[in-house]
Structure formats: structure tokens, C-alpha cells
């Protein structure tokens, strides 16, 4: 019954966005990528990172400031972390692939230069410059940033592509001749999403592009929402209720604090009732997890006084996504593949996904631009969010060398 319902929600969503089709189409066709033509793209001399000790494998760890192509079409700095091989560049220089990362936050302490990397991202990183190439790692715009000013606008295309083309060119000025103007991009849900995006806008570092790994990418983010709240709404126990409830809020409030980049009047009581808001507000300051705790508790305290009901709890505002920031966010500055892509593209997503749901990466592959676009899809029944990543890094690995084969 559970998944009928969430099939009913996912394909009517659907069928809504497939409508805007004609205005995706125009939106994309007509947007021309500027080239990257940054004079002195990095901003002073790359500081070591020593929060995970990676001397096993990497020559160099360092933080790169650089400058890129803000949002908002000024220049604005970002930091990406680069790491480099211990082995000798081969003649024609170390080939690099970016690694896109996961949801952390919108604020800058939640930059994953600031913090030390997980076993799994660890691992991946290690494989890849045991191989032979350079590991670039984009914050994104405005995590991180030097100027503390800029909130990351969260999951929007241009932003992650333009984040991660600049990165990959900055790079390329420090390391000199170490590295060929080959390149790639890996990533994992929020980050497979900023794959897609660098999929879409790699002519802009005007280099030699050989493909994308995207791990159970975001997209369709109306269709993702919506899928939550039908799971959440047939759910009898409590405390899976107020995860999959608050998950969904935070979700929400990194959407609303990113569309705050660009527009700064956008209010969370706009998106939120009180006093949800204010937990909301707390975005631009406490990092993904945190905040999930944060709505949670205030469910649980809700509870406890309702006789474990949370059925009238005030989270969301009915109609927030149609506001009109929120909604051409979700129909379109959010929306990857969306025009047709010419190099390689493969695509892991797990089944047992909640996070993002199976049937909106179906649905995304489901559109002309991905049909037309030379695309391999992995899926497997068991995955989830976490384990579509976790279990296939030996395969990603083997895809990179695949994709881009060390010369």
C-alpha cells in the first residue's frame, strides 16, 4: 500500500514537471556558458590540511583559495581541497578528478575543508591518487569562503557546476605541468547532483572533459519532497515519523537559507509556521546534521505534550513552493540534466533509497535530454542512500580508470 502511494505521488509530480517542460528547454538552450578567463585564480599560496593525515597516499594536501564565478555573475572566492599523487607525474601530468561531496550545510563551518573526512570519502580519495591522479574537492560557493559573507546556494546547478569548473582550472595554475588538462567528475547525492551540474557546464574550464560517476544524485526536488511526506504520513511509528519528518524540514530550510543567496528578503516564516522558523533561521549557522537534531527535538517536545501526536505539529506553510523563488528553484535552477550531454555519464541508485528515491532518478533519466545523452544506469534492489556509495567505490574506481585511463 506504502509504495502504491508513493507511486501515485512520484508519477501526478511528475506529470507536473514534464508541463514546464517547453520552459526548461528555453531556459537551458539560451544560457551560454561563459570561459573561464579568471586572471590569478588563486588567491595567495595554498595552506596545508592536516585534518585527516593523508601522507599514506597524497604527495601534497593543501586548501586552495580561488577565485570563480559567483551565483550572482561577480567574482567571489572559494576553497577546494587538492590533493596530488606521491608517485612521479607521468609525461603527460596527473590527470585530475573532482570529488563532489554530500550534503554538509549552507554555513561556512560546515565546509568539508574545515573538518576531517570520513572513512568512505577517505577511501575513495586514497584509491584515486594510488592510481595516479589529482583529487581536486570543492566546498562550493560559499562554504568555506574566506569573506564569511555568502551563504552556498544549496543544490543549484550553476552554482555547484561553476564552483567545480573554477576549481579544476585553479588547480591546473598551481600544479603547472604535474597535471594534463584531462578531467572528471565524481559525486554522491548532493554531490551527484553538482556531477551532473559539472556534466552540463565543463566547456566553461575549456579543457578535455572524459565523464561523470554520479552516486544516487538529488534531483526532481518537488517529487523528492512530496515522496517524504507520503512516507512519512504511513508511517505508525513515532520516532521513524519525526526522522523522516525532520529530515524532510532540513531539506526544506538548507533549500530556503541557499535561495537567501539571491534573495535576501525571502523570509523562513514565508516557508516555515512558527515557531518552526525559527529552527529554520538556524540553517545559516548550524551544519546538516545538527539541524536535523534541532527539528527533531522540537517534534519530540511536541509529542510529549499530545499524547505522542504530532499530526498538528507546525512545521511547513501549505503552498511554500509556490513562492515564486521556491518554485523556479525546484522547476528549474535546480533541475540537472536538462539538456543533452555529450560525454560519458554513469549513474549508481539503490532501490531502497528514502533519500532519493529510485522513481525520481527513473523520472530524470525519463526526459528527452537524458535519453539523448550517453548514459549507463546501476541499480540494485538492495542499495540505499548510503550503501550505493559505500559498496560500489572499488567499481567507481575501476570507472575512472575506465573513463580516463592514466597516460
Not at 12 to 34: E, K, R, W
Not at 160 to 166: G, L, P
Not at 268 to 283: E, H, L, M
Request: proline fraction near 5%.
Amino acid at each position: 500500500m506504502q509504495r502504491r502511494i508513493l507511486i501515485a505521488v512520484l508519477t501526478s509530480t511528475a506529470m507536473l514537471l514534464s508541463a514546464c517542460n517547453d520552459d526548461h528547454d528555453s531556459y537551458n538552450s539560451g544560457d551560454n556558458i561563459p570561459k573561464n578567463n579568471i586572471a590569478n585564480p588563486v588567491v595567495s599560496t595554498p595552506t596545508l590540511y592536516n585534518l585527516t593525515d593523508m601522507s599514506a597516499t597524497a604527495g601534497e594536501s593543501v586548501v586552495m583559495t580561488y577565485k570563480m564565478l559567483g551565483i550572482n555573475n561577480e567574482e567571489v572566492q572559494a576553497t577546494a581541497l587538492v590533493f596530488t599523487p606521491k608517485t612521479a607525474p607521468p609525461a603527460k601530468g596527473w590527470p585530475i578528478v573532482v570529488w563532489a561531496h554530500g550534503t554538509t550545510g549552507v554555513a561556512d563551518i560546515c565546509a568539508p575543508s574545515r573538518s576531517q573526512l570520513n572513512s568512505y570519502i577517505k577511501s575513495m580519495i586514497d584509491g584515486l591518487l594510488t592510481a595516479g591522479y589529482v583529487v581536486v574537492a570543492p566546498d562550493y560557493e560559499g562554504l568555506g569562503e574566506p569573506a564569511n559573507n555568502e551563504l552556498h546556494p544549496f543544490l543549484n546547478v550553476k552554482s555547484e557546476a561553476f564552483s567545480i569548473t573554477d576549481a579544476v582550472v585553479a588547480a591546473r595554475n598551481y600544479l603547472g605541468n604535474k597535471v594534463s588538462n584531462r578531467w572528471m567528475t565524481v559525486g554522491h547525492s548532493q554531490g551527484g547532483h553538482a556531477a551532473l551540474s559539472a556534466a552540463q557546464y565543463q566547456s566553461r574550464a575549456q579543457l578535455d572533459y572524459k565523464g561523470t560517476v554520479a552516486v544516487a544524485p538529488a534531483s526532481n526536488l518537488e517529487l523528492i519532497l512530496l515522496a517524504g511526506e507520503s512516507l512519512a504520513a504511513q508511517q505508525t511509528d513515532l520516532t521513524d515519523k519525526i526522522t523522516t519528518l525532520a529530515s524532510l524540514d532540513t531539506f526544506t530550510a538548507l533549500i530556503t537559507a541557499g535561495l537567501r543567496n539571491q534573495n535576501p528578503t525571502l523570509q523562513y516564516s514565508q516557508v516555515f509556521k512558527s515557531p518552526t522558523d525559527q529552527i529554520a533561521d538556524n540553517a545559516e549557522t548550524d551544519c546538516y546534521i545538527s539541524l536535523g537534531q534541532e527539528f527533531g527535538l522540537g517534534m519530540q517536545a511536541y509529542a510529549q505534550t499530545h499524547a505522542g501526536d504530532i499530526s498538528n505539529y507546525p512545521r511547513t506553510q501549505s503552498g511554500f513552493m509556490t513562492l515564486s523563488p521556491v518554485k523556479k528553484f525546484l522547476d528549474i535552477d535546480s533541475q540537472p540534466l536538462q539538456v543533452k550531454i555529450s560525454t560519458p555519464i554513469i549513474i549508481y541508485q539503490g532501490a531502497a533509497d528514502t533519500t532519493v528515491p529510485k522513481l525520481a532518478t527513473d523520472s530524470l533519466l525519463d526526459g528527452d535530454a537524458a535519453k539523448n545523452s550517453p548514459i549507463t544506469y546501476r541499480t540494485n534492489t538492495t542499495w540505499d542512500h548510503g550503501t550505493a556509495y559505500v559498496l560500489n567505490i572499488p567499481n567507481i574506481l575501476i570507472d575512472v580508470q575506465t573513463l580516463m585511463p592514466i597516460q
